[in-house]
């Protein structure tokens, strides 16, 4: 790939997520690159995933769709993974102020929160996808793995050679590779990125979903995140691991495990979670078919409970310590945004350390037909955005006109996909997620 390796860059290609996690942009020059600001109609922020118009808080339609502008760091552009081209992230400004629709906006805020304690975020982001490939009547259908297991690599896993186009593309766009391997069920793999500081982390899932899309298209592969493309196989979900680092560099969870006893912002950070539990199922499950995955007895973040070194729980703390200590968040799924969840779950985090919350009993039983706790996500995505829309304490700190901006857009996509069977609702969101 030896495009990638170029000095000669010829164009910059501009990139945001909105609340779908769709990656909206531009190709501009070089010279235009160079100005560090962009302009985009705001409306961006008022249509559904198949473009239905949407009167949307903030979205601009029914004020004659103004312009936003992305501001980016000129001389902070990545590598990208076309020829000739570079990568530019930024946030979004609407009339010269932070526009309150932008998720990475959001982002800011929550590590600013978090900040203001002398706490530094990092997150460290596993995802899972399945792989499509043509049938010979041209739809998509099982990338065929008939030698794959779970913890599988190599040929027998992945005949094309995918895991390697998708690692090298990666090592050359400068984002980091924890590890890749097959998953339980085929053809899903576990692809997991490097911790870093949380806004370097949801940045890297951006670029690193849309790459490896891209480039398994032109292959003539589809790799899909849906939350649950087939009923009868496990569904792929979306792990934050979240620590927080102090003054001195020093992980503020590293004792807590080995000590027996978790420190005060370990317990509140786990209360919080779980406190805000089945709002956060709207931003961080955000589409109908996310709700297939979440099940009891599923691994997949269902229940309001926690545990340590337990995977059917939905707040995993790590067995690690030192450096690698960590609690994981199970529940979410790749059609969320990056910076929309993980902006969600710092400031419900830090909610519950505000207030001194209990987490209560760690999780001891199966998790599988026993549980500590009857709380779970919401049934479906209609019940998770009015419980979203109920939360005022987690909207108001996430964002209250991205709460409703998001809400409204997701209220009609309901509309539009529930008369839809389970294959319909797969054909709908197939091509975007």
Known sequence: MTSHSSTSFERARLLFADQLNLARGKYVPMTEAAKGHARFCVGTYAVTYDKTLVAAPGGGLLDGLPDMEMLFDPDGLRPGWEAGTRIALGTLQFKGEPFPLCGRGALLRAIAAWRARGLEPMVGIEMEAYVFQRDAQGQWVPYDTPGAFVYGTGPFTDPAGLVDTIWEAAHACGIPIESMNAEYDAPQFELTLRFADALKAADDAFLFRQMARELLLRKGYLLSFLPKPFADKSGSGLHFNISFRDASGANVFADDVASGT???VMRGAIAGLLH??????????????????????????????????????????????????????????????????????????????????????????????????????????????????????????????????????????????SPRDAAGHTAYYLPYI
């Not at 709700?291 to 790590?318: F, K």
């Not at 969320?336 to 993980?342: E, H, M, T, V």
Request: proline share 5%; hydrophobic share 45%; glycine share 6%.
């Open 262 to 264: 978790l420190s005060p």
């Open 276 to 417: 805000h539990h089945e709002a956060l199922a709207a931003i961080l499950a955000p589409i109908s078919q996310s709700y297939a995955r979440l099940q009891p007895a599923s691994l997949s973040g269902y229940w309001a409970n926690w545990g340590i070194d337990h995977r059917s729980v939905t707040v995993r703390v790590s067995a690690e310590t030192g450096a690698a200590a960590r609690i994981e968040h199970r529940m979410a799924d790749c059609a969320a945004s990056p910076y929309f969840a993980i902006a969600a779950l710092l400031q419900a985090a830090l909610k519950g350390v505000e207030a001194g919350l209990d987490p209560g009993a760690p999780e001891t039983d199966d998790g599988l037909e026993v549980t500590n706790t009857d709380r779970h996500t919401p049934h479906d995505l209609g019940a998770a955005l009015d419980a979203l829309e109920a939360d005022t304490v987690l909207t108001e700190a996430v964002g209250a006109e991205l709460i409703a901006n998001f809400i409204a857009i997701k209220r009609e996509e309901l509309r539009i996909v």
